[in-house]
């Protein structure tokens, strides 16, 4: 098991090298606007320009400015300047990242609670009124766009412009101050982030329970005069939870990379996904780059930890 970790770590700090080349190429070779132009300003003469770009060492070969921006990540955990804020990327990210992490956090307790108790639900009453009605709700909401779901649902429920002013709306967030003042500008996004999640959580689940129930050990246990209860949950559920772990540990590595980048910017969040959003829309590649690249190492972590997970919650994985 060790051996493998070791294995995994070395795989992922492989795969964290590869990623920073391609962004770097893309971000780079094929950039949509000059990085010295972006941070000298619009009434910039060509020579202040052509400092900036000596400064920020854009004169350089690619592969001395690539060596260079490596040495900085892995050495001094510095993802370079922001061209429009003229700060680190990396106090950019780490302002941002707590309300990211409100978000994850919230939706994924609400799409693991009602995802996993949907599909056990669905599977045990297999063709049943509850089961058709739980999988046409969950095909409904995963057919639906988050941003659609968040406009909808600022419509309807928002106190500021809702119909019904149940939550609180746009920009609540940045202007709570307490605990329970963030909880509660966070229960609409938490709902819709975790809708269309939740739904394809239930369908997995549901089929992957479906299968589990059908093996040898599970008739074995009921044999054996064990309640149906603790059959299902103790024995069924351990073995069918694993492609749900599979798709956590995908799931929240995106997210906190960025990938509520519809949520964030619909709710007006102050998040990662929505400095990504303000990084593209003013071509800011520097914090364009960061983000990318601190987001795939959440994803590699995260892939690592589900790795592990496996061994622990079903006795027929083991890693040699």
């Known amino acids: 098991m060790f051996r493998y970790i070791v294995r995994r770590i070395l795989w992922g700090i492989a795969m964290l090298f590869i990623v920073s080349a391609v962004i770097f190429l ?3 070779i094929l950039p949509s606007a000059d990085p010295a132009v972006l941070r000298a300003g619009r009434n910039a003469g060509p020579q202040q320009i052509a400092a900036i770009r000596h400064v920020l060492g854009l004169d350089k070969p690619i592969y001395v400015q690539y060596l260079r921006y490596m040495r900085d990540v892995f050495l001094h955990f510095n993802f370079g300047y922001s061209y429009q804020y003229s700060v680190p990327v990396r106090q950019l990210i780490f302002n941002r990242l707590p309300a990211t992490i409100w978000l994850v956090i919230g939706a994924v307790i609400i799409w693991l609670g009602i995802g996993i108790s949907v599909g056990i639900i669905s599977a045990v009453r297999r063709r049943s009124f509850v089961d058709r009605a739980s999988m046409t709700t969950s095909l409904a909401f995963i057919s639906a766009p988050v941003f659609w779901l968040g406009l909808v649902s600022l419509y309807l429920f928002a106190k500021d412009i809702g119909r019904f002013k149940i939550f609180d709306g746009q920009g609540s967030f940045a202007g709570a101050s307490t605990v329970f003042e963030k909880a509660g500008a966070m229960l609409l996004p938490w709902l819709v982030l975790a809708a269309a999640t939740a739904a394809i959580y239930a369908r997995y689940m549901r089929a992957s329970m479906i299968d589990t ?8 246990a009921r044999a054996k005069g064990l309640p149906e209860r603790t059959v299902i949950l103790r024995h069924g559920l351990r073995s069918a939870i694993t492609p749900i772990v599979t798709l956590i540990g ?9 990938n509520a980048i519809l949520t964030e910017t619909v709710f007006n969040i102050p998040g990662v996904g929505r400095l990504l959003y303000q990084a593209i829309s003013q071509s800011d590649l520097t914090t ?3 983000i990318t690249l601190f987001g795939a190492f959440f994803i590699v972590f995260f892939n690592l930890v589900v790795d ?6 079903d006795p027929r994985v083991r890693y040699s």
């Open 26 to 28: 893309i971000f780079y």
């Open 213 to 220: 129930m059908g093996e040898d050990y599970i008739r074995t």
């Open 250 to 258: 995908l799931d929240v590595g995106t997210l906190l990379a960025g």
């Open 288 to 290: 364009i780059q960061g």
């Open 308 to 313: 592990i997970a496996y061994a622990y919650l």
